[in-house]
């Protein structure tokens, strides 16, 4: 059994410090095999705000890989945000925007969708697709994390990002298994399944870890144990107001017919 456990939307900036030692007592708790941080760190780039994401995820002692969201890219400076977008997040947290890892026979691989030419909405690049897609291990389980959603549920007012759909194909036909992704700041799994927009891939939005946002009621990240064709997904929760960590919330998924289903 491979532990993945994916946190996205910290927002160091503007984030519930009281929250900080909870969150992280949880995951040690947790003893994943491989943590997956998928953007987002910062609420405005900030080098200050990076220094106490990267000062934070430090502490956390499984191995992990991150990637940036659009909110680690400037957002004032729009002299560093047209020429040299990602230097400060490079600085923080070493030069690949891509970061590639494998625990078991998991095998995960990021790509970057921030955008710093529209700010907001992301982009999925084809030859980040293609990177994943030559890495996919047809014996294991494969799974790619950015940062914006490669699908979104209606009720959803935020523009998917550029060429979101195509990658969901591109990838699905290729083998990839399991899409990990935030930026909206809500949870949805079962409802994406039930589109039957991309059977073989299953779709993980996970809420935002830190954000101190009150409209997003709650804190929460997501931990993966895999084995084989068999997921059992763990959905932890911090309510606004609250002092820490709820129970999980368990669902159980299989994949054993060529589908994803929930068991």
């Not at 659009?70 to 891509?98: C, E, I, M, Q």
């Not at 990002?161 to 909206?184: F, K």
């Not at 990240?221 to 997904?233: N, P």
Request: aromatic share 6%.
């Amino acid at each position: 059994m491979t532990r993945i456990l994916h946190l996205t939307d910290l927002h160091f900036g503007f984030h519930r410090e009281a929250l900080e030692a909870p969150l992280l007592e949880r995951i040690a708790a947790l003893q994943p095999d491989l943590v997956a941080v998928g953007g987002d760190l910062t609420h405005r780039g900030l080098p200050a705000q990076l220094a106490r994401a990267r000062t934070f995820l430090d502490r956390i002692e499984a191995p992990l890989i991150c990637l940036p969201g659009n909110h680690d890219v400037p957002l004032w400076n729009l002299l560093a945000r047209t020429f040299w977008p990602f230097r400060a997040y490079r600085k923080a947290f070493g030069p690949s925007l891509t970061p590639r890892a494998h625990a078991g026979d998991v095998r995960v691989m990021a790509i970057n969708s921030a955008d710093p030419y529209s700010w907001q909405r992301g982009k999925i690049r084809a030859g980040e697709v293609g990177r994943v897609i030559a890495h996919v291990d047809p014996l294991g389980t494969n799974i790619a994390v950015l940062h914006h959603p490669l699908q979104q549920l209606p009720r959803v007012d935020k523009a998917l990002a550029r060429q979101a759909t195509r990658a969901l194909r591109r990838m699905e036909a290729a083998g990839v298994n399991i899409v990990l992704s935030g930026h909206l700041h809500r949870w949805a799994v079962d409802d994406l399944l039930a589109t039957g927009h991309a059977p073989r891939v299953l779709q993980i939005q996970t809420g935002t870890a830190l954000c101190a946002r009150i409209t997003d009621i709650q804190n929460e990240f997501a931990l993966l144990e895999i084995e084989g064709t068999e997921l059992r997904l763990e959905r932890h929760m911090a309510p606004m107001g609250g002092k820490g960590f709820d129970a999980p919330q368990i669902a159980g998924y299989s994949r054993a017919s060529g589908v994803w289903r929930r068991v």
